[in-house]
């Protein structure tokens, strides 16, 4: 299998071999290619390619410009991330106070940010320019054909339509998921939270947050290292169970002497149609120590106390894994309905042959079946679980909170990070925990996820 | 005679395993059933207020609906689904287009950086989801969008500016096409994009129709991020913070009942398209052309 896949990868390589690399320019560049590393888009108008050569050019000279009028001073700021405070200064003259501009390190990180990133992005840029520098040449010496500008777009419509396609979606990743992200994850780096007023400056820290957070004697670490754990239990729990449990009533549901399936299924299915935080935000009102669920029972005389559904911490933890078996249940059994029909039923009927009953075919048969065809299935929910913000967030809010502490009983890692963050302004710690939560899913996933078979033979079946 | 006692036994055992089966269905599905049931219920409930001395109300009214319509001072729930709708129609126009440039190259195209592109893309949904948010906010900031009637612009930007990381569905549907359709084409002189808008597309309905529906329906699903973005800009609510608000402490004790209409009139269109889309789901995942 390994040594299939390796051929198929070499394949690919090679799929994408070309003579027109920045060494080759560089070693075989004549003059007019040594030029254009300097003068983007100098060989290409040498070549006649006169509207991609300018295209180049323009690259260049706006990110000249943009770098002399705030790009060095943007890259000069990233070390320090500024220093001067907002002052009130008496100004005589006016008779007033006024306030002088002081830096704020935020978005000084940001801008510090952008630019580097620009800079990537123009490298890229001036590398493709060297290369097409070089291809013009190699062209001219070949006597081969120069596309013009007028070529160059039609085959943005064939062979480079990816090029075209990918932009727009490109563009938007990076804007509003790339960027943020490393943003976020360089203030794990600083000093950037209320404690210590550091607001509005802050300075790098180095390693200091992710060993305040991995520290077993400080309150945060103490917090970190329990929100972990039950953040893991709940994933378990709650991926466990919902997959078991929608699997029994997806078998249940389609038994032959079932009657009225399609009605089960939809009373079921109502539950996912309803949007969830809705959904959860009724089921939150249901389970307070005054609502419907507690009324009810009350009435029926099962109980003469309100339940603490939400209020005490075991409580609390139980029951927003019941909620999600809810909220899951029917997911799983609209997920799995299709793959169980396609059990052989031999393998059931030999099984009734040898006597076994319900449960034996069950653990014997349907959970070994299930689980070698639905493993993504099931680390894609582990994963989702791990980051189930709204179950959480929308049904206990993370309580119940202990006196001081940052996170309640029922926090997961997320909501934690929420609280840090968005409600407690402590962004250093924040961006550490998100971190250590990308690093629990990327060991749990990207493991497993390699070890599949549609990732390994994606071309199989095409 | 022996014979007959066996096979009646079985029937009997039969029979109970299967009073049994549709007993606990029966119990499952009131379980299921009974908050959906309870809040259509509440939202025609005339008493106000969420602490309820009774399960099922003892008076019923429609003033609950008419307060959500008219009483605008407070909260203004018209508008809210306004900006819903208005948000979510771009935003499904713009997350379409990517989710379907993104898939085709993904599963049709060959190109250098393709499989970097997979891992890339693998690994950044592991992030969780908002861990940019207060990023992203900044950066929005940065560009004059964190202001009044400009937090929409934001917030279509932030629901479709993502949206292209999430091909995989839409990219295993045009696996499933068979690759000679393409190939003949191609002989015939066609070019890709030829290829892509009269071959692939006219093939995909099912995966178009769902990709659309799931894209429209993500701003009225979401939640956290419309509150980060919106903070306390009451004129750009979307319909979920609208519906968060109400069961807030200072809201809720004249809100709850209208709380519960809202869901109900959020909960039906959604409801209605969801059941229509999970057709699609399925012929989607089952793939392309059949036979």
């Known amino acids: 299998m390994s040594i299939k896949n390796k051929k198929i990868k070499s394949k690919e390589n090679t799929d994408f071999y070309s003579p027109y690399t920045m060494k080759n320019a560089i070693t075989k560049g004549d003059i007019f290619t040594k030029i254009a590393m300097l003068v983007m888009g100098f060989g290409n108008v040498a070549r006649k390619q006169i509207g991609k050569g300018i295209f180049f050019l323009f690259f260049e000279v706006a990110y000249i410009l943009f770098m002399i009028k705030s790009g060095i001073y943007n890259l000069s700021m990233l070390p320090s991330l500024g220093g001067t405070a907002q002052e009130k200064v008496w100004s005589e003259a006016k008779g007033i106070f006024i306030y002088t501009v002081g830096d704020n390190s935020l978005l000084l990180l940001l801008y510090g940010m952008a630019t580097i990133l620009l800079t990537v992005g123009f490298l890229v840029i001036w590398v493709e320019s060297v290369k097409s520098a070089y291809k013009a040449q190699c062209n001219v010496t070949e006597g081969v054909h120069n596309n013009n500008l007028i070529e160059d777009l039609t085959s943005l419509f064939d062979e480079n339509l990816h090029k075209l396609l990918l932009a727009g979606p490109l563009t938007g990743i990076l804007a509003f998921t790339v960027i943020p992200l490393i943003f976020m994850i360089s203030m794990a780096f600083t000093n950037y939270s209320k404690d210590g007023d550091h607001l509005i400056l802050f300075n790098w820290v180095g390693l200091q947050n992710f060993i305040k957070v991995l520290n077993f004697n400080d309150s945060i670490g103490q917090t970190f290292w329990s929100v972990l754990g039950w953040t893991l239990i709940w994933a378990v729990f709650a991926t466990g169970l919902n997959y078991i449990m929608g699997m029994i009533l997806a078998i249940i549901i389609n038994r032959r002497d079932t009657r009225g399936k399609s009605f089960w299924r939809f009373c079921f299915v109502l539950s996912i149609a309803i949007p969830q935080f809705v959904s959860l935000l009724i089921m939150r009102t249901m389970l307070q120590p005054n609502g419907a669920v507690n009324v009810l029972l009350k009435s029926m005389g099962v109980i003469q106390d309100s339940l603490p559904f939400l209020t005490d911490a075991t409580w609390a933890r139980v029951t927003v894994i019941v909620v999600n078996l809810w909220v899951g249940i029917p997911f799983t059994m609209l997920q799995v309905t299709g793959i169980l029909q396609n059990i052989p039923v031999e393998l059931y009927e030999s099984a009734k042959v040898d006597g076994a009953n319900a449960a034996v075919t069950f653990f014997r048969i349907t959970l070994p079946y299930m689980l070698f065809v639905t493993t993504p299935y099931v680390i894609t929910q582990f994963t989702n679980n791990v980051n189930n913000f709204n179950v959480i967030y929308l049904l206990s809010g993370g309580n119940p909170t202990p006196v001081g502490s940052t996170a309640g009983k029922t926090d997961l890692l997320v909501t934690w990070l929420y609280k840090l963050t968005v409600d407690q302004q402590y962004y250093d710690i924040g961006a550490v925990i998100g971190i250590f939560t990308f690093i629990v899913l990327a060991v749990f996933s990207l493991l497993a996820y390699r070890s599949t078979g549609s990732y390994k033979n994606e071309e199989e079946f095409q | ?291």
């Open chain 2, 1 to 291: 005679m022996m014979k007959k006692t066996t096979k009646n036994s079985m029937g009997v055992k039969r029979r109970v395993t299967n009073v049994f089966v549709h007993l606990f269905l029966t119990v499952m599905a009131a379980i299921w059933v009974f908050p959906v049931f309870w809040v259509v219920l509440t939202s025609f409930s005339g008493q106000i207020g969420s602490y309820v001395s009774s399960f099922l109300p003892k008076t019923y009214t429609l003033d609950n609906y008419k307060k959500l319509f008219t009483e605008t001072a407070i909260l203004n729930f018209p508008l809210m689904f306004k900006n819903t709708l208005i948000i979510a129609v771009f935003t499904c126009i713009i997350s379409t287009f990517f989710v379907l440039s993104v898939s085709y190259c993904m599963s049709r195209l060959r190109f250098k950086v393709r499989k970097p592109f997979l891992n890339i893309a693998l690994i950044l949904t592991l992030f969780p989801g908002f861990m940019s948010m207060i990023a992203v906010y900044y950066i929005l900031k940065v560009l004059g969008l964190s202001e009044g009637a400009m937090i929409r612009v934001a917030l279509i930007l932030v629901y479709s500016g993502g949206s292209g990381l999430g091909f995989y569905i839409a990219k295993g549907f045009f696996d499933t096409i068979p690759k000679a359709l393409d190939e003949a084409a191609l002989l015939d002189g066609a070019t890709k994009w030829k290829v892509y808008t009269k071959i692939t597309i006219p093939l995909s309905k099912p995966i178009i129709v769902y990709t659309i529906l799931t894209s429209f329906l993500s701003p009225w699903l979401d939640f956290i991020f419309a509150k980060v973005i919106c903070r306390a800009n009451a004129s750009t609510y979307t319909v979920s913070i609208g519906l968060w608000k109400m069961l807030e402490k200072e809201y809720i004790n004249d809100w709850f009942t209208s709380f519960a209409a809202g869901a109900v009139c959020v909960s039906i269109p959604i409801a209605a398209l969801f059941i229509y889309m999970q057709r699609y789901y399925v012929e989607g995942l089952s793939g392309g052309v059949k036979g």
